[in-house]
């Protein structure tokens, strides 16, 4: 039995495979504020996932950048009482000592999973960015994580010299202040599964098509991926984006997908990682 789990700052999924490649169970909770409960809820459901039988592979995406050399959250933007110690104080009494853990930045397990078994599996090259809490993303090139782009964090790219301030970084003027889901309320004074005006996704899209230039300029993707709450609204935004890419002359436009897997790209970028390693 295997297990994927991934940890966002709304929401917590936890799935069971049994070949790494089909999903058995899963199970969508919302994310505990406490970090002791999180604990809780994620080892009763793991449990609850796999039928109690023991897992042989766990892969855990989680915002935040961790260190998989060392074994340690660096900065994880969930818990902030994680950040400095081994991923076994979160896993502490969850699982077994003999199963193999991998925990990466949530975002780039769903970069992961879009690129091998999602919209961008067609692809050598995938950028990835989720529209949702928090913004955030990652490249995979010729079906590997690019470990060279490991720290890359293109939600806190600057568009705007000293625009809107984000919370999280503490920076002005970037991405993330103007696209995530907690921006967009604040902004336009509605919440984005519930807006239909053109203009607003217009607005919006022209922010996102500035952070989407310099991904261009610095990743060279063939595709781009667009997950995450905010991209149900895909078909507002892409003739925007559209418009606005095509008024540069430098780079190629390439190819701008929805995310294929939807709220499961965390999950199966999890078991194909688990996969990968094992196949090694």
């Given at each position: 039995m295997?297990?994927?789990?991934?940890?966002g700052k709304?929401n917590?999924?936890?799935?069971?495979s049994?070949?790494?490649?089909?999903?058995?169970?899963v199970?969508?909770?919302?994310?505990s504020?406490s970090l002791e409960?999180e604990?809780?809820?994620?080892k009763?459901?793991?449990?609850?996932?796999?039928d109690?039988?023991q897992v042989k592979?766990?892969?855990?995406?989680i915002?935040?950048?961790s260190?998989?050399?060392?074994?340690?959250?660096?900065?994880?933007?969930?818990?902030s009482?994680?950040?400095?110690?081994?991923?076994?104080a979160?896993?502490?009494?969850?699982?077994d000592?003999?199963?193999?853990?991998?925990?990466e930045?949530d975002?780039?397990?769903?970069?992961?999973?879009e690129?091998?078994?999602?919209?961008?599996?067609?692809?050598?090259?995938v950028?990835y960015?989720?529209l949702?809490?928090?913004?955030?993303?990652?490249?995979i090139?010729f079906?590997e994580i690019?470990?060279?782009?490991?720290?890359a964090?293109?939600g806190?790219?600057?568009?705007?010299q000293?625009g809107?301030e984000?919370?999280?970084c503490g920076?002005?003027?970037c991405?993330?202040?103007?696209?995530?889901?907690?921006?967009?309320?604040?902004?336009?004074?509605m919440?984005?599964e519930d807006?239909n005006?053109?203009s607003?996704?217009a607005?919006?899209?022209?922010?996102?098509?500035?952070?989407?230039?310099?991904?261009?300029?610095?990743?060279s993707?063939e595709?781009?991926v667009?997950g995450?709450?905010?991209s149900?609204k895909?078909d507002?935004?892409?003739?925007d984006i559209l418009e606005?890419?095509r008024k540069?002359s430098?780079?190629?436009?390439?190819e701008?997908?929805?995310a294929?897997l939807?709220?499961?790209s965390?999950?199966q970028?999890?078991f194909?990682?688990i996969?990968?390693l094992?196949?090694?």
């Amino acid at each position: 039995m295997f297990a994927s789990i991934d940890i966002g700052k709304t929401n917590t999924r936890v799935a069971s495979s049994k070949d790494l490649k089909n999903i058995m169970k899963v199970e969508t909770l919302s994310t505990s504020q406490s970090l002791e409960e999180e604990k809780k809820l994620v080892k009763d459901t793991l449990y609850k996932v796999t039928d109690g039988e023991q897992v042989k592979g766990l892969a855990i995406g989680i915002s935040g950048i961790s260190d998989r050399i060392s074994k340690t959250f660096f900065k994880c933007d969930v818990f902030s009482e994680l950040n400095g110690l081994p991923f076994q104080a979160f896993l502490q009494n969850c699982i077994d000592e003999k199963t193999q853990v991998v925990i990466e930045n949530d975002a780039l397990l769903a970069a992961f999973g879009e690129a091998v078994r999602g919209s961008g599996k067609e692809f050598d090259v995938v950028a990835y960015l989720t529209l949702s809490t928090g913004i955030g993303g990652a490249r995979i090139a010729f079906k590997e994580i690019d470990y060279s782009y490991y720290f890359a964090e293109p939600g806190h790219q600057i568009i705007v010299q000293d625009g809107r301030e984000d919370k999280y970084c503490g920076q002005k003027g970037c991405l993330q202040s103007y696209i995530s889901g907690p921006s967009f309320e604040d902004i336009y004074k509605m919440k984005p599964e519930d807006c239909n005006d053109d203009s607003v996704w217009a607005s919006y899209s022209k922010h996102l098509s500035s952070g989407l230039v310099n991904i261009i300029s610095m990743w060279s993707p063939e595709i781009i991926v667009l997950g995450g709450g905010l991209s149900n609204k895909f078909d507002f935004m892409y003739p925007d984006i559209l418009e606005n890419l095509r008024k540069q002359s430098l780079f190629p436009i390439p190819e701008i997908r929805k995310a294929a897997l939807g709220d499961q790209s965390g999950l199966q970028g999890g078991f194909a990682l688990i996969f990968k390693l094992i196949e090694a």
